[in-house]
């Protein structure tokens, strides 16, 4: 689903995270679906809950990228509290779930923008540690993470359902 030719992509130098607006959220659903689903990430299983935005919108703090006209590049939904985060173990942790970015975007900056963000945030709400849930195949996000300084943390590793394993990272604040 890119919404633009890859040389057109602003650099994420140029762009910022900002909280996502109700009129963002069919964008994010579709770039979400089409990255996880249609890109072989996650099961068509998983298909309805990627695309309940309000929902995480609901239990996390939804954050975007838009490009200067507006357009959703990437997503996050960081979760300071509550059991959306599915690996945090207290409430010393914060989580992240569900990043995207546009296909056409990836590899500009925008994917380590937002977890840059997301630690940035969790640190000024007093949390000491980061943690996220991936599946094996997303080989280019766990890339991100490890130049971020995150390490994985294989006793939280856990199954959703069976059949899917995730993998655990964490990074401390």
């Known amino acids: 689903m890119s919404t633009y030719p890859a040389d057109v992509v602003p650099p994420a130098s140029s ?36 695309a309940d935005v309000a929902g995480r919108a609901s239990r996390a703090d939804l954050l ?8 959703v590049l990437g997503s996050v939904a960081l979760v300071l ?3 959306f985060g599915n690996v945090t173990a207290s409430d010393d942790e914060a989580a992240f779930r569900m990043l995207v970015v ?17 630690l940035d945030r969790a640190r000024a709400a007093g949390k000491r540690r980061m943690v996220l849930s991936t599946d094996p195949l997303m080989t280019a996000a766990h890339r991100l993470y490890r130049r971020l300084g995150f390490t994985r943390l294989p006793e939280r590793d856990w199954s959703p359902v069976p059949g899917t394993d995730l993998l655990v990272y964490s990074r401390e604040l």
Do not use: H, K, W
Not at 64 to 71: E, I, L, M
Not at 102 to 118: F, K, M, N, S, W
């Open 102 to 118: 546009d296909p056409a975007a990836q590899g500009r900056g925008i994917g380590e923008l937002l977890v840059v963000t997301c």
């Open 64 to 71: 975007v990228v838009r490009d200067p006209a507006g357009r």
């Open 81 to 83: 509290q509550g059991d």
């Open 15 to 50: 762009l910022s995270v900002q909280p996502a607006r109700p009129e963002d959220f069919a964008a994010i659903a579709e770039l979400t679906v089409a990255v996880y689903v249609d890109g072989g990430l996650a099961s068509p299983d998983y298909a309805s809950e990627l």
